[in-house]
């Protein structure tokens, strides 16, 4: 096929697809124990300190997810020295950025404990509270305005490390019940409205996780691991992690954050965003409570052949690689990597053909497409993983947040 017939046919596959996401909101949303919908979009990022919080540009975000506290043994962790001068550096913050909402994230990946924690009624209650005391009794009443809960994976497509059960689906609902039961009785205690206090969850979207042996990969269904319906009930934030679509466990290089399914992709039609989005409102995820996620990292795989221009072939490596690392010397800025841009899937890509090296990363570019993606379709708004991932003049940050904060 010639290629102006090939950038036709590419084209008009976008189209189609686009076409298949309705903009507007879903009707029948159920109603949730959780604050209506915002009436402002949720700019958020994960934060570990990195960059300081006085070299935060606030004035693009309006939420944090401060990372981690560990669930592990059933319980919360204590902060540490350094997380504490972390979340105690926020207090100024607020006091310029009344607006701003801190979140603690728990978990991660990796993270084990929350199959004790969430395993029995008299389980979820100690590791609830436990959170409450440590993270948020612990500091100043209003500068920590809830958590972020962050399991990966119940039930399956986590490391066997973590451990799980099939009653983990069924489980994690109720530990988030109990979340924001613990959370409206922290706000009357405290004299705060109970609306004040916030509960967001972090869902993965990536088709191909962990098959159990730590090594392998295998199909990933979210609705297997949470009742989506209710997760989508109970919580403020919805994060839907559109990213790590391809990871170490995928079996050839591919997009890491595909906005559309590609022509001659072997993934399903669900690992992209458009694919992820339908996924979850046909699941009963209310799309106004919905946040988009988008990576401010990128995967380089060392692949074995360099058919494709080394896209979607076999690989013996992959490297995780922040964006700033990737916009440094030894990336982009290496004359071997010639720089790229997929017009269908909406991301650009580093190719080496001497190396055999074959990068999937986010720019500017990319991220300002997502984020108006999400804002057309009436999301909620946009987060990342994570800040200090970033480059200094916080470009990603600018693209995600640009298009909301403009008239």
Known sequence: MRPKNLALRLGLCLAAVLALLPASPASGTPETEAAPPPDRPILEAFWGGTPPADQVPWEMLNTISYWFASPAGGRCSTPDTKQRKDIESLAAVKRDHPDLTVLISIGGWA?????????????????????????????????????DVDWEFPVSGGLPSIGNSPADRAN?????????????????????????MKLSADIPAGRVQDDGTGTGGAPYD??????????????????????????????????????????????????????????????????????????????????????????YQPYTAMQFLDYKVLMGPEWAGDPGFRKGWDPIVRSPYLWNPEKKIWVSYENPRSIQDRSLFAKRHRLAG???????????????LAAMTGPWLRP
């Open 172 to 196: 994690f609902t109720l530990l988030l019940k109990e979340f924001r039961a613990q959370l409206q009785r922290y706000a009357r205690d405290h004299g705060r409205p109970a609306r004040a």
């Open 382 to 396: 946009m987060m990342m993983w994570e800040l200090g991932a970033d480059d200094p003049q916080h470009s990603l």
């Open 111 to 147: 993270a084990p404990g929350f199959g004790a924690g969430a395993a029995t009624a008299e389980s979820r209650r100690a590791f609830v509270k436990s959170c409450v005391d440590q993270w948020l009794s612990a500091f100043p009443a209003g500068l920590v305005d809830g958590f």
């Open 222 to 311: 979210a609705s297997n691991s949470f009742d989506l319906r209710e997760v989508g009930r109970l919580v403020d934030i919805f994060n839907l992690m559109t990213y790590d679509f391809c990871t170490g466990y995928s079996k050839f290089s591919c997009f890491n954050d595909p906005l559309v399914k590609r022509p001659g992709d072997p993934n399903d039609e669900y690992n992209n965003n458009v694919g992820a989005l339908k996924y979850m409102t046909d699941h009963g995820v209310p799309r106004e409570k919905i946040v988009l996620g988008v990576p401010f990292y990128g995967r380089a795989f060392t692949v074995t052949s360099t058919a494709n221009d080394g896209l």
